[in-house]
């Protein structure tokens, strides 16, 4: 693993070509574009690359359960495509996703669980997809965001990004794999500092640490990770596929995966409504716990009676 800063000239000669086909709207290989500019979802395709960006910069992409089914849905339809062999999960907007919509979690009222993120198709996953995918880490990935990224075969992450579970402020268990996969990437020790603390983690000591493949400056993760993708096309897939099956088996074993995830929802899905939706309130009513700052966090008093209000 290293530093993508080693080769300026060639990643920005791409990105800078790359940008040009989106921005003309040309397809790739006599391919219709397709630019999802209304919805929360934005697909491109560069040949055989496919790119799908989460789309809502205006809260900085954290995800809700309606952008959460548009993401499902668009991983399925790349899944389906014979003519797409690699995909790229990035955000629009200078960050990658920042958590779930805490407004959302927020509205709970003890009746409406299909708003909380442990009840939505991404929780239920075992892999992200069948055939790989790069993240390209820009800005804030943080909880659930954290846990996209994790899913990912790549990782490849801009100097100023930061990754993290920044919702052990607000009481909001892991529950989209993030228990299972972190350890599995670096280790037991490392892991637990993660996930007790909340900390973030920047790109030079994720790199350190094994958590990510590469950084690169900023700005140019998207670049970087298409030009990493394009690089992949030009195997033989079938061999690639089985290689990529064989090595996630290895490293989880598909029966002890499928307990581990289902453990982490039996273990954890009640604390959303016990702690979850308190701090989600608080953070939507008082501010608390917003860049990322964690003092006042514990005294959490909020009453049931009031979840059912609008808090948008």
Not at 172 to 185: D, S, W
Not at 252 to 265: C, D, G, T
Request: charge should be neutral; proline fraction near 3%.
């Amino acid at each position: 693993m290293h530093s993508l800063k080693r080769l300026p000239g060639t990643i920005n000669r791409y990105y800078k070509y790359y940008l040009k086909r989106c921005l003309t709207s040309k397809s790739a290989q006599n391919r219709e574009v397709e630019v999802e500019k209304e919805k929360n979802i934005a697909v491109e395709y560069f040949e055989s690359v496919t790119t799908i960006g989460i789309n809502c910069p205006q809260k900085k992409n954290c995800l809700d359960s309606t952008t959460v089914q548009e993401l499902t849905d668009e991983l399925e339809k790349f899944e389906n495509d014979e003519k797409s062999v690699v995909g790229v999960l990035h955000g629009i907007g200078g960050n990658f996703c920042s958590g779930y919509d805490l407004k959302e979690i927020a509205r709970y009222n003890g009746k409406n669980e299909e708003i909380l993120p442990q009840f939505g198709p991404l929780a239920d996953r075992i892999e992200l997809i069948k055939k790989p995918l790069i993240a390209a880490i820009s800005g804030y990935a943080l909880g659930v965001g954290f846990e996209l990224a994790l899913m990912c075969d790549i990782r490849i992450m801009e100097e100023s990004a930061v990754c993290g579970f920044l919702n052990r402020r607000f009481g909001i268990p892991i529950l989209c794999g993030g228990t299972v996969r972190l350890p599995a990437l670096i280790g037991y020790g490392r892991a637990m500092e993660l996930i007790l603390t909340g900390r973030p983690i920047y790109a030079k000591e994720a790199l350190q640490w094994g958590l990510i493949n590469h950084y690169a400056d900023v700005g140019t993760a998207l670049g970087n990770a298409v030009n990493f993708a394009r690089s992949i096309t030009k195997f033989p897939q079938s061999a690639l596929l089985a290689d990529r099956t064989s090595a996630h088996f290895a490293t989880f074993s598909a029966k002890q995966l499928e307990e581990a995830l289902q453990f982490e929802k039996d273990n954890a899905s009640h604390l959303v409504f016990e702690e979850g939706v308190k701090g989600a309130n608080r953070f939507v009513t008082e501010k608390l716990g917003r860049h990322g700052k964690c003092y006042n966090i514990t005294q959490i008093d909020v009453s049931f009676k009031d979840l059912d209000k609008d808090l948008v």
